[in-house]
């Protein structure tokens, strides 16, 4: 008998494990016929700031949105430079770019993926405006070295928190460090919306009020507009439903845990295979499971034709992109382009069960070591 499918993510089944719930939410807004920066969007904004220890969020139509407000209210513009991370997903740097700023890119950590903090004072220049780093895969990324070179310098951070909900780091939640922090709400986030969504937050209270006049057209009273804004709200719908979501976000979490528990003791003995490493003080959440191998693509195939899903994030550098490899494509960046080479996601969620990621281990373990003894030809 053919084994069921392991998907990679399965959004039905997130939505069905807490049906009721949901279904209560959206009814809710439904009957009560307000649909932008109602009830639900405040309500939800509170309770997301006080699970970041933090005073105040803005709830905004999506992730990138909410870095590239955050870098307008602070004024970065056109021959400004921010400093990101050389592998992150395209988005952290089309924030930059969407102010007129130049993206700068550092390479990352060859352990973790997330941005180097030695490497960034030779990247520093007098047009450098703010730092902006990636807490890659839910992997906290170390502020502390991030923030002591932004410090020497005079520099702002902006955290990228998009898939790390729930996130500690030295026993802080992500968001609560000092630094703004930008969040996606996409559908298969930790804290998924079902659609697009967003949020900034902060302990800056003046910052939150330029905020939510940049997200309503430049405007706080209605017709009536102080700034050059744009259209970018967390809609009332998604508000009710990520508000359900939250309540179930810490279980979900610690769900997410005893997996990748799972994974590291299962492939732990897999030779050629390079697992997650987590520094000591980092509490993450484990978005993504991410093991890297010279095999990645054969890997990937093999376990596809085993009905076990996997996906690559990401394939690409930005500075490789389309979007950038013209004005970057040149930028000496190893560990980023190695981490995009290698890396492979396994199936990682709150819905999945041990047996599912039991069985996800032995193929992987079978058919990685398979791989290595026939010498299969590296990752392209």
């Known amino acids: 008998m053919t084994e069921p499918a392991v998907p990679f993510l399965d959004l039905g089944l997130v939505y069905r494990r807490h049906r009721d719930g949901y279904d209560a939410a959206w009814r809710t807004v439904m009957d009560r016929g307000w649909f932008i920066t109602g009830a639900e969007l405040e309500a939800f904004e509170g309770e997301f700031a006080a699970a970041c220890g933090v005073r105040h969020c803005v709830g905004v139509a999506n992730g990138l949105d909410a870095l590239h407000l955050v870098l307008r209210a602070w004024g970065i513009g056109a021959g400004d430079e921010v400093i990101v991370p050389g592998q992150t997903f395209i988005a952290t740097w089309l924030a930059v770019s969407w102010c007129g700023a130049t993206p700068v890119p550092v390479d990352v950590d060859r352990r973790t993926c997330n941005l180097d903090p030695g490497r960034i004072e030779a990247a520093i220049t007098p047009r450098t405006r703010a730092i902006l780093p990636v807490h890659l895969y839910g992997q906290p990324a170390d502020l502390d070295g991030i923030g002591a070179v932004a410090s020497r310098h005079g520099l702002r951070v902006l955290e990228d928190a998009a898939q790390a909900h729930g996130a500690r780091h030295r026993g802080r939640p992500i968001g609560s460090l000092g630094a703004p922090a930008g969040w996606s709400m996409y559908p298969g986030k930790n804290l998924g919306a079902f659609g697009d969504g967003g949020a900034i937050t902060t302990d800056d209270g003046d910052l939150a009020d330029q905020l939510r006049k940049l997200r309503g057209y430049g405007s706080v009273v209605k017709y009536h507009h102080e700034v050059k804004g744009f259209n970018s709200r967390l809609d009332e719908l998604q508000a009710a439903l990520l508000r359900v979501r939250l309540r179930h976000l810490e279980a979900d979490n610690d769900h997410r845990r005893a997996l990748a528990v799972r994974y590291l003791d299962g492939l732990a003995d897999v030779a050629g295979l390079q697992l997650p490493r987590t520094p000591v003080w980092a509490f993450p959440v484990w978005h993504l499971f991410v093991v890297r191998s010279d095999h990645r693509d054969a890997l990937a195939a093999a376990l596809r034709n ?25 930028l000496d960046l190893p560990h980023s382009r190695a981490w995009a080479r290698t890396c492979l996601s396994l199936p990682m969620g709150s819905h999945h069960s041990t047996d599912q990621i039991d069985r996800v281990i032995d193929a992987v373990r079978r058919i990685h070591r398979g791989l290595s003894r026939r010498g299969a030809g590296p990752t392209a």
């Open 306 to 330: 085993e009905g076990i899903g996997s996906q690559i994030h990401y394939p690409v550098a930005p500075g490789d992109s389309g979007a950038y490899a013209a004005t970057h494509g040149h």
